[in-house]
């Protein structure tokens, strides 16, 4: 169990799950590539997100090194690239998260354009009748 002291200096209990729910993930939007959870948004391995966070933070080569070891490995890296390149340029937290909010906008608008084009050309034997 762990307590969390209020401001009327009383501790208030509270469990694991607490813990776990109230601190989330910290690392901004990437995909996994792992086997198990391939595809899968913010559903990183352990290995890509230690990897994700050296590299934001400039250790890239470090990165490479552990992802190798993978033999998905690389596909982290090309999938997320640009991504991880944009968030390691920025400056701060706030910025990683416009950067973030920004692209997950983009990728939504692009999904929602795909879903309003026709993929199939248009039949011609409805128009032939007329």
């Known amino acids: ?3 969390d002291k209020l401001s009327d200096g ?3 209990e509270f469990g694991n799950e607490t813990v776990l729910i109230s601190h989330g993930r910290l690392l901004p939007f990437l995909v996994a590539t792992n086997p198990i959870n391939y595809g899968k948004p913010c559903q990183l391995s352990c290995v890509e997100a230690v990897a ?3 590299y934001i933070v400039g250790f890239k080569e470090a990165a490479r090194f552990y992802l190798n070891k993978f033999s998905w490995g690389h596909s982290f890296l090309e999938l997320n690239g640009e991504l991880l390149d944009k968030y390691a340029s920025c ?6 998260i416009e950067v973030q909010t920004l692209y997950i906008k983009e990728e939504q608008e692009k999904l929602a354009h795909n879903k309003n084009v026709d993929m199939l050309p248009p039949s011609s034997s409805s128009d032939d009748d007329s």
């Open 10 to 12: 009383t501790y208030e």
């Open 52 to 54: 994700a966070t050296m």
């Open 91 to 96: 400056k701060d937290g706030k910025e990683v």
């Open 1 to 3: 169990m762990f307590y």
